[in-house]
């Protein structure tokens, strides 16, 4: 019988559960957060300075199957700029960045500004503040995730990510819990 949880990775813990780099006692994994069963593991991941919703289960088929698939995975990222139509306009149509130093076209996808700021909790590290300038916060969905996409996305139109937290993957959506918590979940709803 696998087993499946939904999780709100917070700020700078790693998505897996051991590492093999020499300092590893200073990195933050996620076995810190649960008592996970053995075999359990990260659908995708999120970078260490991002947060939010990141599945894991105990069924490497269904594994492979987001993260091959085209599952929809939905952010809320915090730029810094009021951004504007125009660099709205760009990342729906996809934009050109480097993936590992080759320039790659990212796929047409759903992006639109935030009308009202999400709530979310405190972040461990905090961001700036106002005397810096304005932030906005942009929703982006993509059913592809290349390595730290959707930051350079934002930099490639002029409005470099703050801060990123994923709010949904598929059907799975965050639904207000708090960075750290971990809910056992008795199937993944795509």
């Known amino acids: 019988m696998h087993r499946h949880f939904k999780i709100y990775k917070p700020y700078g813990y790693l998505s897996q559960f051991i590492t093999n780099q020499k300092k590893a006692g200073k990195h933050q994994l996620l076995g810190e957060l649960y008592d996970f069963p053995e075999g359990c593991m990260a659908i995708g991941r999120l970078d260490k300075d991002s947060e939010g919703l990141l599945l894991l289960t105990t069924n490497g088929k269904l594994s492979t199957k987001i993260t ?12 810094d700029g009021s951004i504007t139509p125009e660099a709205i306009a760009q990342l729906q149509q996809g934009v050109e960045i480097s993936i590992n130093g080759k320039k790659y076209k990212t796929l047409p996808c759903k992006a639109e500004k935030l009308k009202r700021l999400p709530q979310f909790p405190e972040r461990a590290k905090k961001i700036r503040d106002e005397r810096h300038g304005a932030t906005s916060w942009i929703s982006i969905t993509l059913t592809e995730g290349k390595f730290r996409q959707v930051k350079k996305m934002t930099a490639v139109v002029g409005f470099p990510t703050l801060r990123l937290i994923r709010v949904r993957i598929g059907n799975e959506k965050l639904d207000g819990m708090q960075a750290g918590e971990v809910r056992e979940i008795e199937k993944v709803n795509l």
Not at 68 to 79: L, R
């Open 68 to 79: 091959a698939g085209n599952s929809e995975k939905e952010y809320y990222v915090q730029v």
